[in-house]
């Protein structure tokens, strides 16, 4: 896959492309990652990337100009032309307005050949770039971010680690929490490992050595070798966290009775 980045901070990225799967991603060659600093791409004197919005208010809005001339350099097809014919390249505009960022829309976009992010900055951008440019908008949570750099790295980082070879342990990506959901289906592992896949559940706990520190033990059943214990329990776990946390993740996921039951003995019901 290739990445290209449009932003006025580039050594921003210099940080999260070095470290971890994303460096290792890219020294094995199956992400190919570009940055392009916008004001190279500005014609006055003082690199001007933003202006004030036409009808007044408050903030400044990114230039259109910049954007268009990067994309064009870029060689990147015509938004009509890349729809029309379903292309794997993707122009993403990062935006508060735009859709929340999900794990089935982390596996849309692992599957593309190319991704070009903007990071927005400040107010916003000119809209002509959402309406003529860019073929969707992504936005990382139901907040506000000084700019798109932070939402360009999670999404890199998101995609990256679904492309075919990144992770080490690829079966580890398909046990994550929220994988099964974006998938549609409840997933399970019953075998010797003993362990269980999240189910579009939260992840259950986890534990390592040494057994007790300072007082803390590791839960019993995890040490005494039984593995439909340590499996039954780390599903019950997973349901808890889940009802405490993220009970808006319980409505979609198909429960087996089993889990039903744990549900039942979790909230006190019969």
Avoid at 138 to 159: F, K, N
Avoid at 225 to 236: C, V
Wanted: glycine residues 8%.
């Amino acid at each position: 896959m290739k990445v290209d980045i449009l932003t006025i901070f580039p050594d921003f990225f210099r940080g999260p492309l070095d470290y971890g799967i994303l460096r290792r991603a890219r020294e094995a060659g199956l992400v190919e990652v570009s940055i392009h600093d916008l004001r190279d791409f500005t014609r006055d004197k003082h690199r001007t990337v933003d202006d004030r919005p036409f009808g007044g208010g408050e903030g400044m809005v990114l230039k259109p100009e910049p954007i268009f001339e990067c994309i064009e350099k870029l060689n990147v097809p015509p938004r009509a032309e890349r729809v029309a014919r379903r292309s794997t390249e993707s122009v993403i505009l990062l935006s508060a307005q735009g859709r929340r960022l999900d794990q089935a829309l982390a596996q849309e976009l692992a599957v593309l050949e190319r991704v070009i992010l903007i990071c927005g900055r400040y107010e916003g951008v000119d809209e002509r770039v959402s309406e003529h440019l860019a073929d969707r908008e992504i936005s990382i949570g139901d907040y506000v971010l000084s700019g798109g750099e932070l939402g360009a790295a999670v999404i890199l980082d998101t995609i990256t680690r679904l492309i075919p070879g990144a992770v080490g342990n690829e079966a580890s990506t398909r046990q994550e929490s929220f994988t099964a959901r974006a998938n549609g289906t409840e997933q399970r592992s019953e075998g010797p490992s003993s362990t269980c896949a999240s189910g579009g559940l939260l992840d259950y706990p986890h534990y390592t050595r040494p057994a007790e520190f300072r007082g803390m033990t590791v839960p019993e059943v995890l040490v005494n070798g039984n593995h439909d214990e340590i499996r039954r329990w780390r599903r019950r776990t997973a349901l808890e966290k889940t009802l405490r946390n993220r009970p808006d993740l319980l409505d979609p996921v198909v429960l087996s009775e089993e889990d039903k039951k744990l549900l039942a003995q979790i909230t006190g019901k019969n």
